[in-house]
């Protein structure tokens, strides 16, 4: 029987990169957008691209993984494809999938690359970034915790980070003033994910030294010029950030 797959994706006020995106994933057997009230033109644009479109209320989440759950269920075809409303996939990758379920004992879920974006230029420091994104309906499940991957009941292969034409172009290419907005919620929640470390004054130091050397050093950000320096010590103020949060957290109980 002939396998099929659903892509879907999650929106919230996505009307900035929505119609490449829904562009190249239009040869898909089914694009369904599952958009958490936005305000502004997602889903107009969505249902002008002949998605089908369903409704998350946003209630008290402020985060997109009970999202994720609930419209990865909603698919109707057993293979699901997560993307997100600024990532691109490719008609390589498109094929690559179609021929991956194909096979009589493919794994179960795919971590596929994905290329990120700084000050204008592909950051070989973030890259390959892997994200577990494509997956048997059946075998998973999202659980709610903020930057969560999903859990699949079975074997998850990596695509080779080496084939660049098979990874999700990610568009955001956010500035410095949306990192620090974005290091400031996200390390904020994080803190509920990491209340069991015992991290003392030391982890302030070392855990943003560490971070740094592994984005300038190790995964090569020094040949991104300036924006490999920058990006570096952005990811070892997350670092710092999350770990001041948390001993501030301590010290106030």
Same mark, same amino acid.
């Given at each position: ?25 239009? =040869?898909? =057997? ?7 009230e936005? /305000? =502004? ?35 109707r ?15 390589e990758?498109?094929?690559?999938l ?27 420091? &973030?890259?390959?970034d ?8 059946d075998? /998973? ?14 074997r998850?292969?990596?695509v ?14 956010? /500035? ?24 003392g ?16 050093m ?13 990006q570096?010590?952005l990811?070892? &103020? ?16």
């Amino acid at each position: 029987m002939e396998q099929k797959i659903s892509v879907v994706i999650n929106t919230y006020n996505a009307e900035r990169h929505l119609e490449r995106v829904l562009q190249s994933v239009k =040869d898909f =057997d089914e694009v369904l957008v599952c958009d958490m009230e936005s /305000t =502004d033109q997602t889903r107009e644009i969505a249902e002008r691209h002949g998605c089908r479109v369903v409704t998350f209320e946003r209630g008290r989440y402020n985060i997109v993984e009970p999202a994720r759950e609930y419209a990865i269920h909603e698919a109707r075809y057993p293979w699901v494809l997560v993307v997100d409303a600024d990532e691109l996939v490719s008609p390589e990758l498109r094929e690559y999938l179609y021929r991956h379920i194909s096979q009589r004992d493919c794994a179960e879920g795919l971590a596929i690359p994905r290329k990120n974006y700084f000050m204008g230029r592909w950051m070989r420091s &973030h890259y390959p970034d892997y994200v577990l994104r494509f997956f048997r309906q059946d075998k /998973t499940h999202w659980p709610a915790v903020i930057h969560c991957a999903p859990e699949v009941n079975g074997r998850v292969e990596r695509v080779d980070k080496n084939r660049r034409e098979l990874a999700f172009e990610h568009l955001a290419n956010d /500035t410095v003033s949306d990192i620090l907005r974005k290091h400031d919620t996200y390390s904020t929640n994080e803190v509920a994910r990491r209340r069991q470390k015992r991290w003392g004054v030391g982890a302030m130091l070392l855990r943003p030294l560490f971070r740094f050397v592994k984005s300038y050093m190790i995964k090569g950000g020094f040949r991104d010029g300036r924006a490999g320096l920058i990006q570096a010590l952005l990811d070892a &103020h997350y670092q710092f950030a999350v770990v001041a949060k948390l001993l501030e957290e301590r010290q106030q109980q």
